[in-house]
């Protein structure tokens, strides 16, 4: 399997541009995740995705955020337009939920942002 | 939410030594996982171990969910176990979403 892929793994790009990350999830997969991490916030959750569904994006810091899960093998998340704070490793995770029980979250190798 | 407390933050071993790494959580949980983050950034998934003891190769973990803990063994520590170890948890409530500890930073010194 070649596990959850994301793209592009770095993008550099001038405040005010529109930036997409890009992610497949392991095939066979029904729940999918983004994160953030920075030095000062750690590791947090932005949104996730169960059988393409979006079950909590409470995590999403402002509407200039947005995500979405257009079919089971595929999802993006938008910023637009980008601040310089919103520099981070953007992670995307994927797992299986079955009979309520999420079993162990694969994450991919993420996409470095930096917004000049 | 719930809270993930890790401990040491830091931690700086000789080659060939053990280590334990604690993780604490404050509420009945559905899942326990921990990462390696290497050096590249990479999250590397370590275990999945809402109850009981796994062991992989040199790492072991145990985790006490009635007492809300777990523990990461690293036996014969080597230079690529450096990085960052987190402990993850999902309540039981929460659709597999997973709450970090902030992590505990290991370098392995040859």
């Known amino acids: 399997d070649a596990g959850v892929i994301q793209s592009p793994r770095h993008e550099v790009t001038e405040m005010g541009q529109e930036v997409t990350l890009r992610c497949k999830p392991i095939s066979g997969h029904n729940s999918l995740f983004w994160y953030r991490q920075t030095m000062m916030r750690g590791l947090e959750l932005l949104i996730y995705f169960n059988n393409n569904v979006p079950i909590d994006d409470s995590g999403m810091p402002e509407d200039r955020f947005s995500a979405k899960m257009p079919n089971a093998s595929f999802s993006t998340l938008k910023i637009q337009p980008s601040e310089p704070r919103d520099s981070a490793v953007y992670f995307c995770?994927?797992?299986?939920?079955?009979?309520?029980?999420?079993?162990?979250?694969?994450f991919g190798p993420g996409t470095r942002l930096t917004v000049l | 939410g719930i809270q993930v407390e890790q401990s040491p933050p830091d931690l700086i071993l000789q080659e060939g030594a053990n280590s334990t790494l604690r993780c604490n959580f404050s509420d009945s949980v559905n899942n326990l996982q921990w990462f390696h983050q290497n050096p590249w950034g990479q999250l590397i998934n370590l275990f999945y171990?809402?109850?009981g003891t796994k062991q992989n190769g040199r790492l072991s973990a145990t985790t006490v969910a009635t007492e809300r803990y777990s523990l990461l063994y690293i036996s014969s520590s080597q230079t690529t176990d450096s990085g960052v170890y987190f402990c993850a948890v999902d309540k039981s409530d929460s659709w597999g979403k997973l709450q970090f500890g902030a992590g505990t930073q290991v370098v392995v010194t040859p």
């Open positions: 995770a994927s797992s299986s939920r079955r009979a309520l029980v999420t079993d162990t979250q694969y």
């Open positions: 171990i809402p109850s």
